[in-house]
């Protein structure tokens, strides 16, 4: 099915997921900010479908809004909305922030300046039917060993929590 | 068992029955030591009840009562003693754990207080309930106007 | 905490306060549980003390249902006294008054004649059982099994039948009297109780089928709020709950009022003290019951229902404690007559009352989940906590 | 005027689902056919579940409204919309006011992958179970929401309990699905397919359906599947989230009148959403029994009668039910109510027998049944069980069935791939 209304979704899309993030910032109830996140990621998770990437879509929608959001309003529920909302926010470092802010954004600009080469100007052609397929080529095939180590990150990562929340195993 | 109490603690001990059961009235200043006794030495290790009569016309006006029972002889015994009006007794929740809920209803009900008693509060009746109602001196209709009007906002609870 | 009305924000105050903790340190959470509470099985408050879901420890709050029995004993003579009974332990109205008139009778001295006291017997064993029917429906409800509650009430509805029948009522039956009873038993009793039995057997069975060895059932009582029999004697708590802990203790058996020990039965006790026991020996009091039941409508004697007592009831001065094997537990009455009409002193030592004390220990430790499930399996019933 | 027609009737011979196919407006037509049946079909379960339950337990159920209690829903449904909606004044306004959306958007979004036919989807998609595991996973949020917002602290243990418990068995059911899906590249191509419709087709061409495929490996990630998809909708016996004994109702205990129907609306469509996941991956999605084995044209003949026949059946059931109603004055609406419900059957029975239509319903008819008998399960499960502790579900949820789930992943790779493996062992 050829692609409708492209730019409006991309925009629509795009606008959603900068509200979002502002939002995330600016809200003093984590659970707010939490939700707004959850906005955020479900945007993104679009703007892949409109890249032809339905499975990373997919994916982020499952892991990203389903779980690990969930998980993250778990903790925020349990701990005291109303006793934290009182407590100063982290803004003292508002300075660093804006200039780590600007940085990045100049270094994207820059990139995209220089690299124009980088980034074809046509459209890509990929055939939406063998996304799935690809990726998993891709990460089976070219890019096992990135994989693999990845997941041993992971792996690494789940000792650490267990090692941090039971002190005594 | 009871000639045997009667043999050591002599006077203070009056052993009767009354259709096949025994009881004994015990003075007031006996109870601590009998109780342990009975718990300890004579093995009545079930505090089946703990209860008290009012007696208004008498000096001591209230009779406690405890009803004891034995597994390993299968006998009941009942201990009773008369007590003054805002005398206290010993708690004997750290004889019988069970006792606990009991001489709370003793308290809030006859307003006898057991010393030594973890939680000594009103157990039926609401915390802020003025009297006591087993009393005979507590009408069988009267209640705590005051409280019903603050608490429930009604002129009367009848 | 015990005033009904305070509100939970109170106690959560005064909880957070009494134990000093920060706030924000989420560990331990207040939740108050009744009294308008599915699961309370009437009008019992309960405050938790949870860490996540596990029970750290509980308060009760009751007295929501106090009506002062006690007192209005004192002001009624000992015939008006006995409908009284019946309105505390309201599923087990029978035994209730069972208690009430023998010990009324000890007073008086006198003894119910022989057909009105194995009529007594068949009436309060029909109650125990459905006590324990009540009980398991509300107990598998509590659990999450909604089925055998629909089941119980089903077989319950067969021995109403017979109580309405006999004496016109169905659940505070008033159905004795002091000296004996009232009416005779109507005709067709016999077969009646006979058709009931046999009907009722294979039912018992089906209860079993549906839960005894139904995994989540099993997983869900064993091992449940386990008492241990030393702690169930220092707390007082009988009945069921005794025997599950391995104490073979009946006061049918150890001190044998009516004319049970006439009768043939067994004392059913448990091992583990659990939830799981407990359910076990109920299940097999009934089985108990109906061979009790069985052996004293074969052995139903002609004869009169009531002893000569009379017309305005003077017991002597004198003081007696009595006490029976209610399906709870042990029902004790205290009585104190000062050679009136009505009694100076009436106690009722309830035994839902003393046995609901070991709530708390049965639950520390345990889930919330668990709570629900002790409280079930304590059969308690608020009316006669509170009285 | 005339390109319109054109554009509507080019889709009929198409032979794709609409959303394949680009049509727009049988996109719309088939969102309004899947809304309108899937609500006809939570007001049925409604009635189904109070009537199945009650004859489980010696009762009759709902009697009063209509023959047989069968406007009872409706009536239900009036009341919830008529309810005052009662909001805690202490609540999160804006979140209490989105959780009901949340849950009920995540329930009904996931039907646009369901295929109730090789056409009759409202789109096919290539990452369809996906889709699907993912749109339903965001319920979780909803429900979080929603016992958050309520303020009070049933509801937030409810929520705890439910997201906890849908996050974990989450696990399992992905490691189910997953070997079902390793089952459709069992192909000469060797490529698998996550769309719903390529799976049914993926059975269709290997002539088995994948609950037998490997026996006893299907059956066996079958019923992982089953387990986790019970306690994926928080249904009994793992309906702890709302353990009424407990929680009194969980994280919608704040909620009333028209948002507590919205709840309601979501739990029995995702209730069917899950079961029809199973059907799909596991019985053959719309194929109807033995494809393969008996697939003759007298054999299709035959069991295209089948749709037919059961709806006629249901008619004779409420004529005979019409002919035992008492014979009374007052009964007398029901009764002619009840026969005009059976009249209406039997219509719908013999307009079946018409052979466009049937060969057209009959994919639908065989999804449905398949369907409705996962829902009598569920009823049958809330009649029977008791309810499961939290650690129980928690103990039941990863160290069994997500072991087994694995296992049986290792073991239908293995399997399949068994001729590679083989040549590569002995043909080094």
Redesign the interface.
């Known amino acids: 099915m050829a692609p409708v209304a492209t730019p409006f979704f991309f925009y629509l899309f795009a606008g959603l997921m900068l509200i979002g993030g502002i939002l995330v910032i600016t809200r003093s109830n984590p659970v707010h900010s939490a939700l707004a996140l959850i906005v955020t990621l479900l945007a993104q998770a679009s703007i892949y479908l409109m890249l032809y990437a339905p499975f990373v879509a997919g994916v982020q929608i499952i892991l990203y809004a389903g779980g690990i959001m969930v998980l993250f309003l778990f903790v925020i529920m349990l701990v005291s909305i109303e006793r934290s909302m009182k407590e100063r926010q982290f803004n003292s470092q508002w300075v660093a922030g804006i200039i780590t802010a600007v940085a990045l954004g100049g270094l994207f600009i820059a990139v995209y300046a220089k690299g124009t080469s980088i980034f074809p100007h046509h459209a890509l052609s990929i055939v939406e039917e063998n996304n799935t397929q690809n990726v998993a080529t891709y990460l089976y095939g070219q890019y096992m060993f990135a994989f693999e180590i990845a997941s041993l990150l992971l792996l690494v990562a789940i000792i650490g929590a267990v090692v941090m929340a039971k002190k005594r195993i | 068992m009871i000639a045997k109490l009667k043999g050591s603690y002599g006077s203070g001990i009056e052993p009767l029955t009354y259709a096949g059961q025994n009881y004994m009235v015990v003075d007031r200043s006996l109870i601590p030591e009998i109780l342990q006794v009975l718990r300890n030495e004579e093995q009545f290790d079930y505090c089946v009840d703990i209860t008290a009569m009012h007696y208004p016309q008498r000096e001591k006006q209230f009779d406690v009562v405890w009803v004891l029972y034995s597994f390993a002889r299968n006998e009941r015994i009942r201990v009773k003693t008369q007590i003054a009006d805002g005398a206290n007794l010993p708690s004997s929740v750290p004889i019988w754990a069970g006792a606990n809920w009991l001489e709370r209803e003793v308290y809030d009900m006859f307003g006898i207080k057991f010393e030594g008693h973890p939680d000594m509060k009103r157990i039926l009746l609401p915390d802020g309930w003025k009297g006591h109602p087993l009393r005979k001196d507590y009408g069988i209709l009267q209640q705590d106007n005051e409280w019903v009007q603050i608490n429930l906002g009604i002129e009367s609870g009848q | 905490m ?5 509100t939970l924000s109170h106690v959560d105050i005064a909880d957070l306060a009494a134990h000093d903790k920060p ?2 340190d ?1 560990n331990e ?1 207040v ?2 549980m009744g009294p308008q ?3 309370t099985h009437g009008v019992l408050r309960v405050i938790l003390r949870l860490d996540g ?1 596990k029970v750290l420890g509980l308060e009760c709050v ?2 929501y249902l ?1 009506r ?1 029995v ?3 004993g ?2 009624r003579t000992y015939t008006m006294f006995n409908p009284y009974v019946d309105r505390m332990d309201y599923v087990a109205a029978v035994s209730n008054g069972l208690g009430y008139c023998e010990t009324v009778e ?2 008086l ?1 006198v003894e119910a004649p022989p057909r009105a006291q194995h009529v007594r017997v068949i009436l309060t064993e029909l109650n125990r059982i459905a006590s324990h029917q009540l009980w398991l429906g509300t107990h ?8 055998p ?3 119980t009430f ?1 077989d319950r509805e067969e021995i109403l039948k017979i109580y309405e029948k006999y004496c016109g009522a169905r659940l505070t039956t008033h159905a004795f009297r002091i000296g004996g009873l009232q009416y005779e038993t109507y005709t067709g009793f016999e077969k009646e109780v006979k058709n009931f039995l046999s009907f009722f057997r294979p039912k018992i069975d089906e209860y079993e089928e ?2 005894t060895t ?1 995994r ?2 099993v ?2 009582t064993k091992n449940v709020g386990a008492i241990s029999a030393e ?1 169930c ?5 009988t009945g069921p709950v005794l025997r599950a802990s391995g ?1 073979k ?1 009946d006061l049918r058996k ?2 044998p009022y009516a004319n049970y020990k006439n009768f043939d039965f067994e004392i059913p006790v448990g091992t583990n003290g659990d939830t799981y026991d407990r359910y076990l020996v109920r299940m097999a009091e009934m089985r108990q019951s109906v061979r009790i039941i069985e052996q004293a409508v074969d052995a139903l004697p002609e004869g009169p229902i009531m002893a000569k007592v009379p017309k305005v009831m003077k017991p002597p001065a ?4 009595h ?1 029976i094997e209610a399906p709870k537990g ?1 029902l ?1 009455y ?1 009585i ?1 007559s000062d050679g009136s009409t009505q009694p ?2 009436v ?1 009722v ?1 309830p035994p839902s ?2 046995n ?2 070991a709530l708390d220990l049965m639950c520390r430790g345990e ?4 709570v ?1 499930a002790v409280i079930g399996t304590l059969d308690i019933v608020l009316g006669e906590v ?2 | 005027m005339h390109e319109i027609i054109e554009y509507i009737s080019s889709y009929l011979t198409s032979g794709k689902t609409p959303g394949a196919a680009g049509n727009m407006f049988w996109v719309l037509v088939y969102i309004m056919l899947v809304f309108a049946g899937l609500s006809v079909a939570v007001i049925a379960m409604n009635w189904l579940e109070r009537k199945i339950l009650a004859h489980m337990q010696v009762r009759l159920g709902p009697m009063r409204v209509g023959p047989h209690g069968l406007l009872q829903p409706i009536a239900d449904a009036i009341k919830l919309l008529l309810k005052e909606d009662i909001m805690p004044t202490e609540a999160d306004g804006f979140v209490f006011w989105m959780a009901p959306l949340i849950v009920v958007l995540a329930a009904f979004t996931v039907f646009v992958v369901v295929p109730f036919g090789p056409t009759h989807a409202i789109t096919d998609m290539n990452i369809g179970i996906l889709f699907m595991l993912g749109v339903s996973s965001l319920s979780v949020l909803g429900i979080v929401m929603a016992g958050w917002a309520s303020n009070s602290h049933y509801p937030l243990m409810g929520a705890l309990r439910s997201s906890a418990q849908m996050v974990s068995y989450e696990v399992a059911m992905g490691l189910a699905v997953v070997s079902a899906i390793l089952m459709t590249s069992l192909n000469a191509s060797g490529t698998g397919t996550l769309s719903m419709i390529g799976i049914v087709q993926a059975q269709q061409a290997q002539g088995m359906w994948f609950i037998f495929k490997f026996f006893p490996l299907g059956l066996i990630a079958f019923f992982i599947f089953a387990v986790a998809m019970v306690a994926e909708t928080n249904r009994a016996p793992f309906d702890l989230a709302e353990a009424e004994s407990e929680l009194t109702a969980g994280f919608h205990t704040e909620y009333s009148g028209f948002r507590w129907s919205l709840f309601f609306l979501a739990e029995y469509s995702a209730m069917i959403a899950v079961s029809s996941i199973a059907v799909t991956l596991w019985l053959g999605g719309w194929l109807r029994p033995f494809p393969n084995l008996l697939n003759s044209p007298t054999w299709d003949q035959a069991f295209s009668y089948i749709p037919g026949i059961t709806f006629l059946f249901f008619a004779a059931m409420c004529f005979y039910n019409t002919a035992r109603m008492p014979k009374h004055p007052l009964f007398r609406v029901q009764t002619i109510g009840l026969a005009g419900f059976g009249a209406v059957l039997a219509l719908i029975g013999l307009v079946m027998f018409y052979p466009p239509i049937s060969l057209r319903v009959q994919d639908i008819f065989w999804f449905s049944a398949k369907v409705a008998g996962f829902m009598y399960v569920y009823i049958w499960f809330r009649g029977t069980f008791p309810r499961y502790r939290f650690d129980q579900l928690m103990q039941l949820g990863w160290k069994v069935l997500l072991p087994m789930g694995l296992g049986v992943l290792i073991l239908t790779a293995t399997v399949g791939l068994w001729p590679l493996i083989q040549h590569t062992l002995w043909h080094p």
Do not use: C, M
């Open positions: 015990t005033d009904p009305n305070t706030y924000l989420a959470l939740i108050n509470h599915p699961a879901e009751i007295g106090h002062g006690e007192k209005i004192e002001h000890k007073l001295n598998a409800l509590d659990i999450g099994a909604i089925t509650l629909f089941y089903r549906l839960l139904n989540i059932w997983e869900r702690d004697i220092a707390l007082g708590v104490i203790w150890a001190q004198g003081e007696v404690y006490s042990e004790g205290f104190v100076y002193r106690r030592r009352f003393v609901l004390q889930l919330v989940a668990d629900i509170d009285r």
